[in-house]
Each structure stands twice: as C-alpha cells, then as structure tokens.
C-alpha cells in the first residue's frame, strides 16, 4: 500500500484516485474497483483517465508497473 500512496502523492493525485490505483495494484477490475466503492464503472474510468493524464501513464499495466518500480527501486523497470 506504501507504494500507491507514494506514487499519488508524486503524481498529486486524490484520495479516490489513489484508492484506484491500489485496487489496480491489488488486481482489481474496472466493475470490481466500482463496486468496492460504491460507484459506477463510468466513474472510475474517468478517474482513470484522470489518473493517466496526471501520470502519463496510458494503461492500467503502466500504472502498476510504476508503482512496483518505486516499492523495488533497486530492480529494473518492467518493459
């Protein structure tokens, strides 16, 4: 969880923002993330939309992947 929270303070993003970038670190969908929320997939979409522009990240995939390069600095980045 260190490593989302990490990761959106550097990117400024929001607490939802955040939360969805843990639940795509836990493996979560898009319907499932909404549904642990309480909201529609059509909003989290555009959280993550939000989330990519902040980001620059364009997929879910490159999401977690920044995420798990700044909980293991050390070990190269996934590509």
């Not at 522009?53 to 700044?70: I, P």
């Amino acid at each position: 969880h260190e490593g989302a929270r990490q990761f959106g303070v550097l990117h400024h993003l929001s607490a939802a923002e955040t939360s969805i970038v843990q639940a795509l670190v836990d493996g979560l969908k898009i319907e499932q993330i909404a549904q642990t929320r309480g909201t529609s997939p059509d909003t989290v979409r555009t959280q993550l939309k939000s989330i990519y522009a902040k980001t620059g990240c364009g997929r879910q995939s490159d999401v977690v992947r920044h995420v798990a390069a700044m909980v293991s600095p050390g070990q190269p980045e996934l590509r």
